[in-house]
């Protein structure tokens, strides 16, 4: 979507680095880290959010690639996030998983 910042993101469009990706998905750094590596795990399609998933096989895939990435970066113990919904404290309404580790600050989000 043109006004997507994800969209943009994963256009290429910012120069931002991909720590990961895959034919599904590609993953950055968070530009706000909540925590000592704070990743996002972003769809390339782009889908609002978890409310607007009707493919089941995005959403393995994309838990597939939470694990593809921790894995490469020997990162053991991680917490993800999906925030759905402005009420939740979703801000970019480009489906996402957040991938915490080390240091978690409460409250993210
Ligand atoms: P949400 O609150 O929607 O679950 O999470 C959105 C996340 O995207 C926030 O943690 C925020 O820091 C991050 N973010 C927003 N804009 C950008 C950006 O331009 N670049 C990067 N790397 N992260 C961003
Ligand atoms: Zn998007």
Known sequence: MSDCIFCK????DFGTEFVYENDIAVVFKDINPQADTHLLVVPRKHVESLNEVD????????????KEVT??????SY??????GKDAGQEVFHL???ILSGGIKNGIN
């Open 55 to 66: 493919d089941e096989n995005l959403l393995g895939k994309l838990m597939m690639t939470v």
């Open 9 to 12: 993101i994963i256009n290429g």
């Open 96 to 98: 996402h998983i957040h």
């Open 71 to 76: 894995s490469k970066l020997n990162i053991k």
């Open 79 to 84: 917490r993800t996030i999906i925030n759905t």
